[in-house]
């Protein structure tokens, strides 16, 4: 299934894993002009590389994907609605002239992109609450805006509810991979859709963010998707 929004891929199942990508897309719509380089939209500001690949990848019975399918550039869903990030009008350095928007301009996205998108979520995860939400971001090696390294390969995020945290970071770690406790930043401090979608609703949840270096070609993906999908049957196994 897909739409303007969201593509949804496998079939959600009660007591399943469901991976949810804010930022698996860079797809901008003919009728936005962000007014940028394309280029720009091949790297991290646009999209979280290799998460769609390896969602795509990790979907099977029992396992389903709900994916974004407009650049974070556009609209990006891991934030509140009312921030200005929401719809950056500049995002690591670079200027974004498209996103200089009126407040009814700004109110068309949200009501074209934003609303729906977590309001379906919101109605899946009612219809068929799963055992687990992975949760699942990328990131950069280095930011142009900060000169602090970012040596973790991957990262664990988490606000209140960490109980499927203190379950995959040692598991991680034994594995023999270094790990990013609340790493590259903080869930306390961005966590938007798990606390829209997962807290409130006691409803555990790993938020993932794999370094984009690791996962920016296909066997990389391919070997991430083996290592979520096992991380994630652990934690379920062991909630």
């Known amino acids: 299934m897909e739409s303007d929004f969201h593509r949804l891929l ?4 009660a ?6 990508s804010d930022h698996a897309s860079n797809r ?6 962000l007014g940028i380089d394309p280029a720009l939209l091949q ?3 646009a999209i979280d590389i290799g998460v769609g690949a390896i969602a795509e990848q990790m979907v099977s019975p029992g396992t389903a994907a709900w994916l974004g399918n407009v650049s974070r550039l556009v609209c990006d869903y891991n934030r509140k609605h009312d921030v200005p ?7 690591d350095g670079h200027v974004i002239p498209g996103n200089v928007l009126t407040p009814h301009q700004r109110h068309a996205r949200v009501t074209r992109f934003f609303e729906p998108y977590h309001s379906g979520l919101a109605t899946l995860l009612h219809e068929t609450p799963p055992a687990l939400i992975l949760s699942l971001h990328s990131f950069t090696p280095g930011l142009a805006t900060c000169d602090k390294p970012r040596p973790w390969q991957i990262g664990i995020l988490y606000n209140e509810d960490e109980r499927a945290a203190r ?9 023999g991979f270094v790990v990013g406790d609340q790493e590259p ?4 401090l961005l966590n938007a859709s798990m606390n829209r979608h997962a807290e409130p ?14 996962i920016a070609d296909a066997a990389g993906q391919a070997e991430w998707a083996r290592v979520m999908s096992a991380l994630s049957a652990e934690v379920v196994n062991r909630l």
């Open 43 to 45: 790297l991290h500001i």
């Open 167 to 175: 379950i995959a970071i040692p598991w991680l770690e034994a594995q």
């Open 10 to 13: 496998g079939t959600p199942q």
């Open 28 to 33: 901008v719509p003919e009728d936005i002009d």
């Open 85 to 91: 990030g929401m719809m950056p009008e500049i995002s």
């Open 185 to 188: 930043y903080s869930g306390k």
């Open 15 to 20: 007591g399943g894993i469901l991976i949810v």
């Open 201 to 214: 609703n006691g409803l555990p949840y790993l938020s993932i963010e794999i370094r984009q270096d690791l």
